[in-house]
């Protein structure tokens, strides 16, 4: 039987041996971040993430796709299962919906046979074990029994590249399927070409979660065809699956890039981007990629654990967004034209419900490179469809989700100095996107709140629009648009309208004014009710914009923290019909879904930071692992793991889009940020320890610094950062108001 070990788990199983010795960490030189990310946490669980090989932010997520369908199959992978249909080339990472699964090949044996699908539509489908499976970042191993054959693959950012070893008797022989579609993705067009006698082509039109997609693909095989079978065809004529068919056994490799513009795009991608046939290069140049960002943060720590989970979570946070072009810079835009030398990388895979709150502000700090370009991209987007993305995948608008969350992200972006897209368009865009009369903002603009008795999760997207509008007036105080600052500053407040001081919780108001009843602050019904994804509880605390008038709605402080130290307490109980998003429960507080992201950090508004290091401190150690179900929810396209990485670090955006960022505890004895001009921050915990996870004292470049927050100037400018950890609450620290984070 064979039995594979990986790069990663040959240097642990070094590094343990070297332990033995008495050898450090530091004398093995051979380290690097990229040895250390295991793409398995988070694939089984509830975490959705893609596996299999891809590089940073690129188009191709090419991996293994299993028979089954489900909620948690949404990325076509999970780790519970043991039965392959094949290797497709774009892949979702982390969501809560299904879709993708584009182009799927399949290396069967040369016994195979192909038989009628009308039972079986996956007849060639085949078994395999995790002992002989091995995936790390560009690089994905399997070995297939029924089929003896051992399978490899890497990528490009737009080409997959297959490396297949026939080990049995007879002809080579690869399924190319079309039909398959991962989760909602339902085949409306297909076809596939034979061009030459190792070329061929095609495309795929389907809808799902993104309602018109079309991908094209050229595919180059390393030996001639012997033999093109067509083995379905649509009503139309059109193939959409085949059998090629090449002399011998052996190896053959397969190059396959993808476009969403057309078969001769895909054609120049394939090109440009792997123009030979050295499948080690290939992996190594994938590997160098992923390698070269994970670089961008170093970690100093004795836990090799945690450096699984860290270097994991910065890998995870790099698959989406994902490009959306050819190498020409051409791509398909909302709008369904093609949009030639747009100036920008275009993006997709805008999960922006989740990832406005920490992946997009992180990228600022890790990827300044690629934020003009997001920007660009969510700016024509705007162009073609007259709002900004909500939820964008593949150039159709999914709406999915509250808010218009691309706004925080734009403002952020252009607040902290970014100046490579059109700051007029920008504006026009962000203050379009808020008046418009769909999704409950109709109501917004003349009645100041949503009805629930007319608007499904009524409380969740008011208050999700009371942060978009905070962020627009911020931006036009900014740009010295007076009318615009005043009317978005008022909009920001209506998050009042659904505070009940009587229970002390957000609450959905009818028509008429009353509050929803019965009232249960637990109750959460999916979809059904006041709340997305969540109940009372959680909901309450989504005021990051406005802390300071969340505190006054609560009569001052004193209730303020009682009631978020009972969010906490509060027995963890779910009621029949909740979200299952609603996961990773301390009390009521969920870290497996987004809403709850910044509450741990809102003590620091009340001079009680060193509560925030006892709350982040039992997530680090409840919440995630480096095991294959190492999350406690949807990974969200980055979000779920840009937490991890930010607070890790110390700090977190607790406000999406003012530059702050609140300190919580560090977990690394020393962090290293390699940041744009040649700078670096370095971030030391000194004594830091399980048992010191509180801050003492801070300093900034060697002086006292008494902030229980930074901005994100400090960051940028690059230095050290210095926290003195103990193991008892220093509750001095933070306590005075000038040294509180402003949310305003």
Not at 163 to 181: A, F
Not at 240 to 249: A, L, Q, Y
Not at 689 to 695: A, G, H, L, Q, T
Request: net charge negative; proline share 4%; hydrophobic share 35%.
């Amino acid at each position: 039987m064979k039995t594979f070990l990986s790069v990663r788990e040959t240097i642990i199983l070094v590094l343990t041996i070297l332990s033995a010795w008495g050898c450090s960490e530091q004398k093995v030189a051979s380290l690097r971040p990229i040895d250390y990310v295991d793409p398995f946490v988070g694939s089984g669980g509830h975490g959705h993430v893609f596996v299999g090989a891809s590089v940073p932010f690129g188009a191709v997520q090419l991996g293994p796709n299993n028979e089954t369908q489900g909620w948690d199959w949404c990325s076509g992978y999970h780790y519970s299962d043991s039965v392959l249909i094949g290797f497709a080339h774009t892949q979702l990472s982390g969501t809560g919906i299904g879709d993708l699964g584009d182009i799927l090949f399949m290396p069967v044996s040369g016994n195979y046979t192909a038989k009628s699908d009308k039972d079986n539509p996956f007849n060639w489908k085949a078994s395999y074990s995790h002992k002989k499976e091995i995936v790390e970042p560009g690089y994905y191993r399997v070995y297939i029994d029924r089929h003896q054959v051992d399978v490899e693959l890497t990528a490009s950012e737009r080409v997959g590249f297959h490396k297949y070893k026939y080990n049995g008797v007879g002809n080579s022989k690869i399924i190319i399927d079309l039909n398959y579609g991962t989760g909602w993705d339902q085949l409306t067009k297909g076809s596939i070409t034979q061009l030459n006698d190792q070329t061929i082509q095609g495309s795929r039109y389907s809808k799902g979660w993104a309602t018109d997609q079309r991908v094209f693909f050229s595919t180059e095989f390393s030996k001639p065809i012997k033999q093109f079978t067509i083995l379905k065809s649509s009503n139309q004529n059109e193939v959409t699956r085949v059998m090629v068919e090449f002399e011998g056994g052996g190896e053959l490799l397969v190059k396959t890039a993808i476009s969403p513009v057309s078969t001769e795009g895909a054609a120049q991608n394939l090109k440009a981007e792997i123009d030979h046939w050295d499948f080690l290069k290939g992996k190594e140049e994938a590997q160098a990629k992923w390698d070269s960002e994970l670089a961008k943060i170093q970690i100093k720590t004795d836990s090799k654990k945690n450096k699984t989970i860290f270097y994991t979570a910065l890998y995870h946070t790099m698959i989406a967004p994902s490009l959306f072009n050819d190498v020409s810079g051409d791509y398909r835009g909302t709008d369904k034209e093609v949009h030639h030398n747009p100036g920008f990388e275009n993006y997709t895979t805008f999960s922006l419900w989740d990832t406005y709150r920490a992946a997009h502000p992180l990228f600022t700090i890790v990827q300044p490179e690629r934020v003009n370009d997001f920007v660009n991209s969510m700016l024509a987007i705007y162009q073609q469809q007259g709002k900004l993305p909500v939820w964008h995948l593949m150039g159709c608008e999914t709406n999915t989700m509250v808010g218009y969350h691309a706004v925080p992200v734009i403002v952020d972006a252009y607040l902290k100095g970014f100046e490579g897209f059109d700051a007029e368009l920008a504006f026009e865009a962000v203050k379009a996107s808020a008046m418009r009369d769909e999704r409950g903002l109709d109501y917004i603009k003349k009645a100041e709140y949503i009805p629930a008795d007319n608007q499904v999760e009524s409380v969740a997207r008011a208050l999700e629009y009371a942060i978009d509008d905070w962020c627009i007036a911020t931006m036009a105080k900014a740009m010295e648009k007076k009318e615009d600052f005043e009317y978005f500053s008022e909009r920001a407040k209506y998050y009042q309208h659904y505070f009940d001081r009587g229970s002390q919780f957000m609450r959905g108001k009818m028509s008429g004014g009353s509050w929803r009843s019965p009232f249960n602050p637990i109750s959460s019904q999916h979809r059904e009710d006041d709340y997305c994804e969540g109940n009372a509880w959680q909901y309450t605390w989504l005021v990051p914009h406005d802390v300071a008038g969340l505190i006054e709605l609560f009569d001052g402080e004193d209730n303020f923290i009682n009631k978020l130290d009972s969010l906490f307490t509060i027995k963890s109980e779910k009621v029949e019909g909740a979200s299952a998003d609603i996961s990773g429960l301390i009390g009521q507080y969920a870290h497996g879904n987004e809403p709850s992201h910044h509450i741990t950090y809102l003590y620091a508004f009340v001079g009680q930071q060193w509560k925030i290091a006892e709350k982040v401190r039992e997530i680090f150690k409840t919440m995630y692992s480096d095991q294959p179900d190492g999350l406690s929810g949807n990974e969200d396209c980055g979000q779920m793991s840009a937490w991890y990485v930010l607070s890790s670090m110390g700090f977190y955006p607790v406000n999406p889009a003012n530059g702050n960022y609140v300190f919580g505890s560090p977990l690394f004895d020393e962090v290293e940020l390699v940041l744009p001009k040649g700078k670096r921050l370095k971030v030391i915990a000194q004594n830091n320890s399980s048992e010191n996870i509180y801050i003492q004292s801070i300093k900034l470049n060697g002086a006292s610094y008494t902030k229980s927050y930074i901005s994100h100037d400090n960051i940028m400018q690059g230095g050290e950062l210095k926290f003195m950890m103990g193991a008892k609450p220093n509750k001095e620290f933070g306590e005075n108001p000038e040294d509180r984070p402003q949310s305003r």
